[in-house]
């Protein structure tokens, strides 16, 4: 079993994945990925670029990615991710790059995956992020569906999804 881990781990090292995935930890399970598993390198600390609001998407939220620039580079060295609510419990979001004003947006919205009342204030933030680390925690359940914490890492252009686990039953 040992030895199918570490072929495992060897594996995603290869593919790409780093430290993260190499860190196997005894019990055999993958180590919790870190934000400083995934250094950005330089920040962009210029003025952000116009966006380029290309698509109908984009047309849609238009206010909401125009405010969310305002904040300044928040992700992965030269990224902006701007947030805002779809409804009760629910997040969307898109990442912006400051240096060309291109606006990505994920296949999936968040919705807050609640416990019991008495815990709410030990909910974690849906969307984790550093601005000098590639690495975007997501905590919930993506379009409805599930409910875990996703770990991704920001591939100038895409979210891969690194790992996940599912979140305690209640």
């Not at 979001?93 to 606006?103: E, L, Q, R, S, W």
């Not at 895409?158 to 979140?167: A, G, R």
């Amino acid at each position: 079993m040992i030895g199918l881990i570490a072929v495992a781990g060897a594996l995603l090292t290869a593919v790409g994945f780093g430290q993260a995935s190499q860190a196997i930890s005894q019990k055999g399970g993958a180590k919790t990925p870190d934000f400083a598993d995934f250094p950005a390198g330089d920040r962009f600390d210029g003025k952000p670029a116009a966006l380029k609001i290309l698509t109908p998407q984009a047309r849609k939220y238009r206010t909401m990615l125009r405010d969310s620039v305002k904040d300044g580079v928040n992700f992965a060295g030269h990224y902006i991710v701007g947030q805002w609510g779809c409804g009760g419990g629910c997040v969307q979001f898109a990442i912006i790059d400051a240096k060309t004003g291109d606006v990505f947006f994920p296949g999936f919205y968040v919705s807050v995956v609640d416990g019991p009342e008495e815990k709410m204030d030990e909910i974690p933030e849906p969307l984790q992020f550093k601005p000098d680390s590639k690495l975007l925690i997501v905590t919930g359940a993506r379009n409805e569906k599930g409910g875990g914490v996703y770990y991704y890492k920001w591939d100038n252009k895409q979210l891969s999804l690194i790992s996940s686990t599912p979140l305690p039953k209640k």
